[in-house]
Each structure stands twice: as C-alpha cells, then as structure tokens.
C-alpha cells in the first residue's frame, strides 16, 4: 500500500461520480420519518414547546454556556408563533421530501429542526441527533437532480441536472451510520453484561419500553446469552463488514430484520426506522439500477396507465417517471 494508492482510493470512494438516485431516495425516506415523528411531537405542544410548556425558553437555554441554534431565543414566545412555525416546518418537510426548492428547504427544516429540539432538551433521544446530522449533510448532496420536482423543473427549462454526482455527501451518510455502530459496540464493550451474556435479559425486562410480549425464547438463558453475543458481532459486522461488496446485501438484509425485532419489542421512537433508512443508504444504486427500472416500468403498466384520477396519474408520471 502506497501514497498513491491510498490517495486514488480516496478519490474513487468520495469523489468518484455515481448515479444521484441513491441519495434521493435517502432524502424522501429521510422526509417521510422526520414528518412523521414532527407531526407526533406535536400531539404534545403545549408540554414540549408551548409557553406554559414542562421547561421554559429562559431555563432551556441556560442549559448552554456557548451559542446554540434556537431560533425561539430570539422571540417573545406565543402559541401564534408556535404554531406559524410549527406549520412553516411541515410545509419545509413536505417541500424537501418531494424535491422542491430543495437546497432551500434543507436548510430552513435543519433550522427549525434544530430549534424545535434545542426548545426542549428534557425530550431529545440519540433519534433526534441523528436527524439533525444527516439534515445538516443533505444541505450539501445534490439529492435533487433525480426523484424531485427541481429536477422536472430543470428538464422543462432546457437545463437537466446531470444524473451522475460526486457521492461524497452519501459517503459522509454511510460512515455516519458505521459509527453509530461500532461506537455502540465500544460503549456496550464496557459494560459488564453484554461480555457475560445477560445484557439481551435486561433490556427486554424495560416494562417501561415493553411494546409487545417478550418470545418465548427469550425465557431461556442459553439463547438470552446467544442474543446478547450476536447483538455485538452483528453491530460490529454492520459498522465495519458492510462495507465489503460480497458482505453487503446479506448485512442490510439481517440489520433490517434485526431494528424491526427490537421495534417489535421496544418502543423506542424513531431510531430503529431511522436507523433502517441508514442501512438503505448503504446500498450502491448503481448495481440495482436495471431491477429499479424494470420494477418502475411494471408498476406503471399495471397502476399508474388504469389510474383514474388524472391529476394523481400526472404527478407520479412527473416525480418518478420524469414525464
């Protein structure tokens, strides 16, 4: 291994133009989620946010002796603005997902993103860092040349944005993920029970966290232990191994399965969809290119042709199918 080779590496794994469909396909899912778990944090307004809310603006941004993003600390809070912003947020989300104006509403959903968690601390999960890290990189993909209406926009001018990108932003995407999970495995090596097998028993003895029964299996102390063991060696796997080409598919594959067994189990809001998009992201678009296409083609032969609602049939030609 020389200077040259770890330089030409860099250069192919960051900068290396790659089809721009596996980022935008990122961002609606990414849009999709944060509008979900936006639209229930504000099922509880007046308790996160509101004036008379569980921790005031004063008392929030006390808990910072630096500068913080926090638009609210600017503003005489009242429910009038809290819920212009609060509608000015889902009109941002709904504007990034689809793709329009992207660059634009990118930043403003960060901002207010950003704001909304800084307003209330006491309610932040690692969900919501997580969000705010990949809002603040999707500012700098290009994740609207393809799948968004910018991208429609641009065709009809006479200016199409070039479907191949440097996939630099992705990149920052995956090795995102592979620290969230190898920094897991770090922090669990520390621990006493995740060594001698006990871990898996107590984390689904959280009656607090208990979404829905516990197996059966999970009774036995032999495949409490099993558990607990695999648990490592499966986010070690996904934060290191993943990036191998023959490793890859068959780890997003038991990675997904495994977030959806503690999803099933743990009500823990939004991390393990989020972390399930992550591992999406991981995919290399290009190799699945053609099964895309030949899905895309089936579903419009058999759907989007018998549509009887016009309007309905002329956007999902326009977004997906670029018409």
Not at 56 to 82: A, D, K, R
Not at 206 to 224: E, S
């Amino acid at each position: 291994m020389t200077i040259n080779n770890l330089r030409s590496f860099w250069n192919t794994f960051f900068f290396e133009k790659r089809p721009s469909e596996g980022i935008a396909i990122f961002r609606i899912l990414l849009g999709l989620l944060t509008l979900f778990t936006f639209f229930q944090d504000t099922l509880r307004v007046e308790d996160f946010w509101g004036p008379n809310a569980i921790q005031s603006v004063q008392t929030g941004m006390g808990n910072y002796h630096f500068p913080v993003l926090n638009i609210f600390q600017y503003f005489t809070l009242s429910y009038e603005l809290l819920y212009f912003l609060i509608t000015i947020q889902f009109l941002s989300l709904i504007a990034f997902t689809i793709g329009f104006k992207t660059r634009f509403f990118s930043i403003l959903s960060f901002i207010l993103l950003v704001s909304f968690q800084q307003r209330n601390i006491n309610m932040l999960s690692s969900a919501d860092l997580l969000l705010r890290i990949f809002f603040l990189i999707m500012i700098f993909a290009p994740s609207a040349n393809t799948l968004s209406l910018d991208a429609k926009i641009a065709r009809k001018k006479g200016k199409p944005l070039p479907k191949d990108v440097s996939p630099w932003a992705h990149r920052l995407i995956q090795l995102q993920i592979a620290v969230v999970y190898l920094s897991t495995v770090i922090a669990k090596s520390k621990g006493i029970t995740w060594l001698d097998g006990s871990a898996v028993y107590y984390s689904t003895r959280l009656i607090d966290l208990t979404r829905f029964p516990v197996p059966f299996l999970l009774d036995w102390k032999w495949f409490l232990m099993l558990s607990t063991w695999l648990t490592l060696l499966i986010e070690f796997s996904l934060g290191s191994l993943i990036f191998i080409k023959e490793f890859k598919k068959p780890l997003i594959i038991i990675g997904i399965l495994f977030h959806l067994g503690i999803e099933y189990m743990m009500s823990i809001p939004t991390f393990e969809f989020l972390m399930i998009i992550g591992l999406l992201a991981m995919f290399d678009f290009e190799d699945y290119r053609e099964s895309i296409k030949k899905f895309k083609s089936e579903f419009k032969n058999k759907y989007v042709n018998k549509m009887n609602n016009n309007i309905l049939k002329k956007l999902i030609t326009a977004w997906i199918y670029n018409e």
